[in-house]
């Protein structure tokens, strides 16, 4: 018999200490996927907490856990705590958190496309590791709901944006509302519709009254993407430059009426990563391209991926090369890189995973074990993405290096670089540790 189902279930994980060079465990079983935001966040001098999926690694009755891992920096340790149990071994039910003005933290999940419902839950005030009772909310009857991006905005009273996928079966990109801090919900509308099946979007906002989307057309395996961005302000869908398109409500009627950042072609095929803005507000933008499998059959291309990173200055995009991405994580999903990901407090910094030197993109070979391995790399730009300075985060592995994610500098100045250590089969088939390897101020390495 399990014991706390459904209620908080917590167990505190032993760790290196936080001066560590090397990164801290902070679950043994754990997975995300990308499309949901944020996952982590550093909460104050030193918690952070993060979201996943497990995947009943060592423990099947943790298979399908949706679990919040809230780790102390001063004692190097993490509380793991249950927040659903058994939701459904798919990574795609990750949740996604949002801490309120008084201090509680509200989260949002959901199964990967099988439901109407979301579900959220509200902390304790200033205690991450106690939460209150399971609540659902349905956008529609039809709904089938996954992903979960959560972002409040105090210039229109602090209402709360859930964007999620699959209003009405959509399978398009939508979003629902709160104007009491997440206590009740109200249904919005698609936001993109497409020729393709699914848009994908990431999302940034400047935490005060606009959010940015990075986006395609659909899910690249199902059309050749190009790269979108619209920005949403003051109830309207803008282009970049912040001219009006047409209101939130209404959504776009195609995604090329928003601001195309790269052009796809079958042997082009692009796949947003990434999103966030520099210190004067503009967005700065990450993605993945799948080179020269235009004749290829699925499951038979994703031996070149590729990273790109652009900039928005204001009246126009640049777009640059940044790295090779290696190849394809599995057959069947050709378009499934490590993933980049951009530092929040400086967008000249990227970090990001290839099984590929990123410089030359000849297969990366562990001295360790003589086997190709995804690696972490920090990537560093002083000129906007033209040229590109790279170190390694990890190196000669025995175990796969992915999905990097690093959160906003909290009070004090820390943050961690975060990621996922092991083997990754499929979305619902992984073998994984959530790792962090904390960075503390003045600290952009990694390195101490």
Same mark, same amino acid.
């Given at each position: 018999?399990?014991? =706390? ?10 760790? #290196?200490?936080? +001066? ?34 497990? &995947? ?11 679990? @919040?891992?809230?780790?102390?920096? /001063? ?42 419902? *979301? ?6 005030? $200033? ?12 956008? +529609? ?15 229109? $009273? ?9 209003? &009405? /079966? ?5 979003? /629902? ?18 020729? @393709? ?25 199902? =059309? ?11 109830? !309207? ?15 776009? &009627? ?15 095929? *692009? ?13 700065? *933008?990450?993605?993945?391209? !799948? ?60 970090? =990001? +995973?290839? &099984? ?10 562990? #001295? ?17 993405? #033209?040229?590109? #300075? ?10 796969? $290096? ?5 959160? /906003? ?26 790792? @962090? ?12």
């Amino acid at each position: 018999m399990r014991l =706390f189902a459904i209620a908080i279930a917590t167990v505190l994980i032993a760790a #290196a200490p936080p +001066s560590s060079t090397q990164p801290v465990v902070l679950s043994d079983d754990g997975g995300w996927c990308w499309f949901q935001d944020p996952r982590a966040i550093v909460l104050d001098e030193n918690r952070l907490i993060v979201g996943s999926v497990a &995947n009943g690694r060592s423990d099947p009755d943790r298979k399908g856990d949706i679990e @919040a891992l809230v780790f102390d920096r /001063a004692s190097g340790k993490t509380t793991r705590v249950e927040l659903h149990d058994r939701l459904g071994a798919d990574d795609h039910n990750v949740p996604a958190f949002l801490v309120r003005p008084d201090g509680r933290l509200l989260t949002f999940y959901a199964k990967h496309g099988a439901e109407a419902r *979301a579900y959220y839950r509200i902390s304790e005030p $200033n205690d991450p590791t106690r939460w209150g009772p399971i609540r659902t909310f349905e956008p +529609s009857p039809k709904t089938r709901l996954t992903y979960s991006n959560l972002y409040r905005l105090p210039a229109e $009273n602090g209402r709360v944006y859930d964007f999620f996928r699959g209003l &009405n /079966a959509s399978f398009k990109p939508s979003y /629902a509302y709160s104007d009491d801090e997440g206590e009740t919900w109200t249904t919005g509308s698609v936001i993109i519709r497409s020729p @393709a099946a699914r848009p994908y979007v990431r999302y940034a906002s400047d935490g005060r009254g606009s959010i940015h989307l990075l986006y395609t057309e659909g899910h690249p395996k199902d =059309f050749d993407n190009s790269l979108y961005h619209v920005v949403y302000r003051d109830g !309207q869908l803008r282009r970049s430059d912040g001219t009006p398109i047409r209101p939130l409500a209404e959504g776009l &009627n195609d995604p090329a009426e928003g601001v195309r950042i790269f052009q796809g072609d079958a042997d082009h095929v *692009a796949w947003c990563s990434d999103i966030k803005l520099d210190a004067d507000k503009r967005p700065v *933008a990450v993605y993945s391209v !799948q080179v020269g499998s235009g004749d290829a059959p699925p499951g038979k291309a994703g031996d070149d991926l590729r990273y790109r990173y652009a900039r928005f200055d204001g009246e126009r995009w640049a777009d640059e090369p940044l790295a090779f991405a290696g190849e394809r994580l599995y057959a069947g999903e050709d378009d499934y890189s490590g993933l980049v990901s951009i530092d929040p407090d400086d967008v000249r910094v990227v970090y =990001f +995973s290839t &099984n590929a030197d990123p410089e030359r993109g000849t297969p990366l070979k562990s #001295a360790a074990d003589g086997k190709r391995h995804y690696e972490i790399f920090r990537g560093v730009t002083d000129d906007g993405g #033209a040229s590109w #300075a790279f170190e390694p985060i990890t190196r000669d592995s025995t175990a796969d $290096n992915l999905r990097p994610i690093i959160p /906003a500098r909290g009070p004090g100045g820390w943050t961690a670089l975060l990621w996922l250590r092991g083997a990754y089969r499929a979305y619902t088939d992984y073998d994984q540790e959530v790792v @962090a390897l904390p960075l503390g101020v003045g600290d952009p390495s990694g390195r101490r």
